[in-house]
């Protein structure tokens, strides 16, 4: 079990989706929980591409395909006034991301920032 923790899209995003691929390629049971806050929540909004231009829900439908979890802080969604709707289907939300993500540590999931 292992919590990516995404708070920076721009920066994050790509290398984070590249790392669960890879995870996922060398154990294909691990179960992933992606935690997005702040700047992170972007790469999971509607329309949202990466530096190159390519769409970021392609990558990220392809990874919830193979179990992985997208979850999204609601406390940002009020700081930065976004609404659920404005995000893609995959994208699941959770009241806190900084709580999320102790709850994951404490109940053994490992940490990691990419």
């Known amino acids: 079990r292992v919590a990516y923790h995404i708070d920076d899209a721009n920066t994050q995003g790509l290398k984070g989706l590249r790392n669960i691929r890879n995870h996922l390629d060398t154990d294909p049971?691990?179960?992933?929980?992606?935690?997005?806050?702040?700047?992170?929540?972007?790469?999971?909004m509607e329309g949202a591409k990466d530096g190159n231009g390519s769409a970021f829900a392609g990558p990220v439908a392809a990874l919830v395909a193979r179990g992985v979890k997208f979850e999204v802080c609601e406390i940002t969604l009020k700081n930065r006034n976004l609404k659920k709707e404005q995000f893609i289907q995959?994208?699941?939300?959770?009241?806190?991301g900084v709580v999320r993500l102790t709850k994951l540590q404490v109940a053994g999931h490992a940490y990691i920032k990419p």
């Open 29 to 44: 049971s691990a179960r992933i929980t992606v935690v997005t806050h702040a700047n992170g929540v972007d790469f999971l």
């Open 90 to 96: 995959e994208a699941e939300f959770t009241p806190s």
